[in-house]
């Protein structure tokens, strides 16, 4: 079968030195779904930007249907039959699923916008590919699954042929990601193109014809699907055997670390999001939350980290009171926490590596003595850290804006996981992590509970919550909607149920997540 995309010799070296792409090779077939796996800073992301017109390759080429092109920008490569589904979704909450469909082609009657040939529009492409969504509803107001459909929707209607999609799955439940798979399979068989970026290598065997591992901007290879095991995959990936299911013995909990009762939260519009929430983590325990996203679990770990005011309800560490304290006041106590957020509240991003690693440390001993920093123990710390979390930079003077997104997700949790911490709350800790970053992350969790640390895991990957979490609290319209004391025999089948709201336990059930 002939190539519809080829990408040659793609090359791409930044200002700064480092190289991206270093004469990578792609091609995807006409109605396939190809995968692109790598490790963080392999060269994935660069080389989709190129794809899609936000980035220009230094050398190299870019062919579809055996014509060169020129994608100068998003508009070009849109153009061009290319559609992109980015992981942060592009979407206006304020307007209409139909609004947001045909920004950048809006129809109009006469010198006014045709709103009624803007919903036909999305109708149309809906019922052609089997996707159930209201186009009068406002972006606000779905869900994330839904807002994930709206965004391949606004592709299609542009004309899409190539889609790419940038970790599609991140924030799905089970069932929506099946429902997802079976609408990608149907555009498969219309004739479209699919490139599926994804650390999740059970989906790309589930979903995928063929796959192209990037290891250190250079291709490695490419694979038939059904010819390899994930094992095979991370090999590829990252040069060695990778655990993809960390082992881990029975915890032995001791005393309660962060207790929260019947916590009450309102949002910026006064709108109650968490409620009557009571549970606790101990000494030597992992305690896992999941949810779709929405459900309150933002609030609650905001609350929890000093980010939040709540008021009603308490939530204390160590048997203080958080609400009275600041967020320096809460680590000098013991928190830890490696946020959702990694570039808003994660890292100072024109600030170094060692910089940032430090930042919650610089004013200890180890460090330094009266007003003075010690810069030869910084360097030697922040190198062997930069060593043992595997950061992919050029030294430790370079600032994190310069790393890829994988690797300051990298240096957020090298700098949470060596902090003076009793209690690590880690919000999404491997999102975006490459397998092999992801396997010493989850380790290292692991050894940290057995060496009596407290941890609040807050996950989407709920292959991830399910293997370290020693219980597990599920989410729901701000409440908690389960509780499971072991998760032994829990599948994500039936924990989907539960995040969805189709199954509910009862209050008495939910007790036990309170250790008094």
């Given at each position: 079968m002939e190539n519809y995309l080829v990408m040659k010799n793609i090359t791409k070296v930044y200002d700064n030195g480092i190289i991206a792409n270093d004469k990578v090779n792609f091609s995807a077939r006409k109605g396939e779904i190809h995968a692109i796996c790598g490790e963080n800073g392999a060269g994935k992301t660069t080389l989709m930007k190129m794809l899609f017109g936000i980035e220009q390759p230094d050398e190299g080429v870019i062919i579809i249907k055996d014509n060169e092109v020129r994608l100068t920008s998003p508009t070009k490569a849109i153009d061009a039959g290319i559609g992109m589904v980015h992981q942060h979704f592009m979407l206006v909450p304020s307007l209409t699923v139909a609004e947001n469909v045909i920004l950048g082609i809006e129809p109009t009657k006469g010198l006014k916008f045709d709103m009624d040939k803007a919903i036909k529009m999305t109708l149309d492409c809906c019922e052609q590919y089997g996707f159930k969504i209201n186009?009068?509803?406002?972006?606000?107001?779905?869900?994330?699954?839904?807002?994930?459909?709206?965004?391949?929707?606004?592709?299609?209607?542009?004309?899409?042929?190539?889609?790419?999609?940038?970790?599609?799955?991140?924030?799905?439940?089970?069932?929506?990601?099946?429902?997802?798979?079976?609408?990608?399979?149907?555009?498969?068989?219309?004739?479209?193109?699919?490139?599926?970026?994804?650390?999740?290598?059970?989906e790309v065997k589930e979903l995928c014809d063929r796959v192209t591992v990037i290891r250190k901007g250079r291709t490695v290879g490419v694979y038939n699907v059904a010819e390899v095991t994930e094992e095979d995959i991370s090999r590829a990936m990252v040069g060695v055997d990778v655990e993809l299911v960390i082992p881990k013995t029975k915890a032995q909990p001791k005393e309660n670390v962060l207790t929260v009762k019947?916590?009450?939260?309102?949002?910026?519009?006064?709108?109650?999001?968490?409620k009557n929430i009571s549970f606790s983590v101990r000494e030597g325990e992992i305690?896992?939350?999941?949810?779709?996203?929405?459900?309150?679990?933002?609030?609650?770990?905001?609350?929890?980290?000093?980010?939040?005011?709540?008021?009603?309800?308490?939530?204390?560490?160590?048997?203080?009171?958080?609400?009275?304290?600041?967020?320096?006041?809460?680590?000098?106590?013991?928190?830890?926490?490696?946020?959702?957020?990694?570039?808003?509240?994660?890292?100072?991003?024109?600030?170094?590596?060692?910089?940032?690693?430090?930042?919650?440390k610089i004013d200890s001993s180890e460090f330094g003595k009266?007003?003075?920093?010690?810069?030869?123990?910084?360097?030697?710390?922040?190198?062997?850290?930069?060593?043992?979390?595997?950061?992919?930079?050029?030294?430790?003077e370079q600032s994190v804006n310069a790393l890829s997104g994988g690797n300051i997700q990298k240096v957020v949790v090298a700098r949470e996981f060596t902090s003076y911490n009793k209690l690590i709350v880690c919000d999404q800790p491997t999102r975006g992590i490459d397998v092999g970053a992801s396997e010493f992350i989850r380790k290292r969790?692991?050894?940290?509970?057995?060496?009596?640390?407290?941890?609040?895991?807050?996950?989407?990957?709920?292959?991830?919550?399910?293997?370290?979490?020693?219980?597990?609290?599920?989410?729901?319209?701000?409440?908690?909607?389960?509780?499971?004391?072991?998760?032994?025999?829990?599948?994500?089948?039936?924990?989907?149920?539960?995040?969805?709201?189709?199954?509910?336990?009862?209050?008495?059930?939910?007790?036990?997540?309170?250790?008094?």
């Open positions: 186009p009068k509803a406002k972006i606000q107001n779905l869900t994330v699954g839904v807002k994930q459909k709206v965004e391949i929707v606004k592709a299609l209607v542009k004309g899409c042929e190539i889609l790419i999609l940038d970790e599609p799955t991140a924030v799905l439940t089970p069932q929506e990601t099946t429902e997802l798979f079976e609408q990608l399979k149907q555009l498969k068989e219309n004739g479209r193109t699919i490139i599926f970026i994804s650390h999740k290598l059970n019947d916590l009450g939260v309102y949002n910026a519009i006064g709108k109650k999001v968490v305690v896992g939350i999941a949810g779709v996203e929405g459900n309150g679990q933002r609030e609650l770990i905001d609350s929890i980290t000093g980010l939040h005011v709540y008021s009603e309800g308490s939530i204390d560490i160590l048997g203080q009171e958080v609400g009275k304290k600041n967020i320096k006041s809460l680590r000098e106590l013991g928190l830890a926490h490696v946020p959702e957020d990694r570039m808003t509240i994660g890292v100072a991003g024109a600030l170094s590596i060692r910089e940032n690693m430090v930042a919650d009266s007003f003075l920093t010690d810069e030869v123990a910084i360097k030697e710390k922040t190198d062997e850290w930069i060593d043992e979390y595997n950061v992919i930079c050029k030294s430790g969790m692991v050894e940290m509970r057995d060496e009596g640390k407290a941890i609040l895991l807050i996950s989407a990957d709920l292959g991830e919550i399910m293997n370290l979490s020693d219980s597990l609290i599920v989410m729901y319209s701000g409440e908690i909607g389960a509780y499971f004391p072991d998760v032994t025999n829990l599948s994500e089948e039936e924990l989907g149920y539960y995040m969805l709201g189709v199954k509910k336990m009862t209050p008495e059930q939910i007790g036990g997540a309170l250790h008094e």
